[in-house]
């Protein structure tokens, strides 16, 4: 099956620093990829939609000056979450779809813990 | 708006129980139901279905939709204390974009 990878697993950070997170699709092409974050005991709440090549659509509610996304290729698109705070921390989790189905396959996330 | 509701939000139950989750969802332009498992990492895939009345299995696990009523259900027979997870119902809607709309989930544990 189709495998979508994340990098790193987990991070800690300052308070007023910036992390990025990569997100891969390992063995397809993904012309769509999506970012969730998810606080405990919660759902994925759905941040934005990066499409290949163009800029990426946000959710209401999202700022996309604090988290920059960035799609560059068919395998890999990038979160940066920018000027992290406290608030940031969570379970930040992407997915891929390919060209042929609408199947979501999800990378196992990256745990943000901001200090 | 667009929103999926899922209920209960938690269950208790033993060791070879039978379980129903419960999945409705208000979705413009519906094109599938989508059940996932999430245990301390990101979901893995259940079920997707497209079809009013067509039963999805897995083992123990079964899932159907009923697209005039607007819900989903996901049973487990015979549970076992692997089958505890967060158990997530999503919703593909409008456009092409492929986006998902996910209810809270609900927390099913097995006790032995």
């Known amino acids: 099956g189709a495998v979508v990878s994340q990098h790193p697993s987990w991070v800690i950070c300052k308070s007023g620093t910036s992390v990025k997170i990569e997100c891969r699709s390992l063995?397809?092409?993904?012309?769509?990829m999506f970012w969730y974050r998810q606080f405990p005991k919660q759902s994925l709440m759905l941040m934005a939609t990066s499409n290949e090549g163009s800029k990426a659509t946000y959710e209401q509610g999202v700022e996309k000056d604090k988290f920059l996304i960035n799609h560059a290729s068919l395998t890999l698109s990038t979160l940066t979450v920018t000027s992290a705070h406290p608030e940031d921390s969570s379970f930040y989790i992407c997915s891929a779809i390919g060209s042929v189905s609408y199947e979501q396959y999800f990378g196992p996330g990256t745990r943000l813990t901001v200090t | 708006e667009d929103k999926v509701v899922q209920s209960p939000l938690s269950l208790v139950v033993h060791e070879g129980d039978t379980v129903t989750l419960n999945c409705s969802y208000e979705v413009t332009n519906f094109r599938s139901l989508l059940w996932y498992k999430q245990e301390k990492k990101a979901p893995t895939f259940l079920f997707m279905l497209?079809?009013?009345?067509i039963e999805k299995k897995s083992g123990r696990l079964s899932s159907i939709l009923d697209k005039k009523e607007l819900f989903s259900i996901l049973n487990i027979t015979a549970t076992q204390t692997g089958d505890s997870a967060v158990y997530l119902c999503?919703?593909?809607?409008?456009?092409?974009?492929?986006?998902?709309?996910f209810g809270q989930g609900t927390t099913l544990q097995v006790k032995p």
């Open positions: 497209t079809s009013s009345g």
């Open positions: 063995d397809f092409q993904a012309t769509t």
């Open positions: 999503a919703a593909h809607g409008s456009g092409n974009t492929g986006k998902l709309i």
